[in-house]
């Protein structure tokens, strides 16, 4: 299959409404702010639902969630995962890097790091240095695939709001005897607009196979992110795509620097205000570059000034 044609750009605009976007597990799962107050979703985060979107649409994925699997996958682990679908590879490297990025889509777009052990040397004496270290006495596998993604940043400062909540379950003897409460926090944010930018790079994608029906796919899987991600801390609705931009470049260097790109979308508040409550609050302005025309996914018919 003939890999990525050209460079791609792309950014995503979307919106949180009483929501818990990305929580952060070293601060008690509250949603990720900067020191400037912005909110944050990381890149990671950002990746996982692309993957689970790639997967509702019938592409295999290698890094899978224990509460999202594939259908028929019974891997518990990514080891486990690696072990079995790419035993018959174990004794080539090559042929285990390609195989890898045929199977899953995600290797081949984010890319991927595998554990290999040394074939004809002992892997402890790899890493202490006591051996050469070259393609058999590796013992890993670097995969670096073409499409790198951006954590996404909220356009203001967002308001972080705090609910205690009872949970009561009866767990003693027929059910009949209540069990001690237990207490615990919610955190959301009231209401954010986050930008993050992407891009696909071709010279990255004939090493590991991407093709330009691969890009499409990530298009589409950002052009849908939040569908089917609902969870406690994300109820249905409360997260949404606002724009996906997509610059496709006429040649596989790009037409123009990513930074350069990135630069011509801006969402600003209208008026200046401080405290926005919704999209209509925002002005979102998308300049021109020479030769260089972008597709939008805009669903909800947003004005874009130039």
Not at 90 to 112: L, T
Not at 200 to 228: M, R, V, Y
């Amino acid at each position: 299959m003939k890999t990525l044609s050209n460079k791609i750009d792309f950014a995503v605009v979307f919106s949180v409404n009483c929501s818990n976007p990305n929580g952060d597990p070293l601060n008690g799962n509250r949603p990720r702010t900067n020191y400037d107050g912005l909110g944050e979703v990381s890149d990671v985060c950002i990746k996982r639902k692309i993957r689970n979107r790639l997967m509702e649409a019938g592409y295999k994925i290698f890094v899978q969630s224990d509460d999202n699997r594939m259908n028929g996958d019974e891997y518990r682990s990514l080891h486990s995962r690696a072990e079995g679908e790419l035993k018959s590879k174990s004794n080539d490297q090559k042929a285990y890097r390609e195989e890898a990025c045929k199977k899953w889509i995600d290797v081949r777009a984010f890319g991927q790091v595998f554990p290999w052990k040394a074939k004809n040397k002992k892997v402890k004496e790899v890493e202490e240095g006591q051996a050469e270290k070259n393609d058999d006495a590796a013992v890993s596998i670097g995969i670096r695939g073409p499409v790198s993604i951006h954590s996404a940043f909220s356009v203001v400062s967002v308001n972080v709001s705090s609910i205690q909540i009872t949970k009561s379950v009866n767990l003693e003897g027929d059910g009949t005897k209540k069990g001690p409460d237990t207490m615990g926090m919610k955190h959301r944010v009231d209401h954010g607009v986050y930008m993050t930018f992407g891009a696909i790079n071709p010279q990255l994608a004939i090493k590991t196979g991407f093709s330009d029906e691969d890009a499409q796919a990530i298009k589409n899987a950002l052009e849908h992110l939040f569908d089917n991600d609902a969870s406690s801390a994300r109820p249905e609705g409360s997260m949404e795509v606002i724009m996906v931009v997509w610059w496709q470049h006429n040649n596989p260097s790009g037409q123009y620097s990513s930074a350069i790109v990135h630069r011509t979308i801006s969402v600003t508040t209208k008026d200046g205000k401080t405290e926005p409550k919704g999209i209509d609050d925002y002005s979102i302005k998308l300049r021109k570059l020479t030769g260089l025309k972008p597709e939008i996914f805009n669903p909800n018919n947003i004005e874009i000034a130039e």
